[in-house]
């Protein structure tokens, strides 16, 4: 296996700050977007937050189920 010293480097954002239609994002239009002007930047990675559904007080970390998505 060879090393190689190279570095990269990303944004951590959660989809419902993108754009949206309903006042929240999605993995539509809106993402593939943003997919591109990270690229175009030089990003090489894009860290999603959590994306279950969300239990008390509407948070992602507290969620009934840690295997589906949120509707």
Known sequence: MVHQNKRSSGVLMHISSLPGNTGIG?????AFSF?????????SYWQLLPICPTGYGDSPYQSFSTAAGNP
């Open 35 to 43: 997919i591109d002007k990270l690229s175009a930047a030089g990003q």
């Open 26 to 30: 999605t993995l539509g239009k809106h």
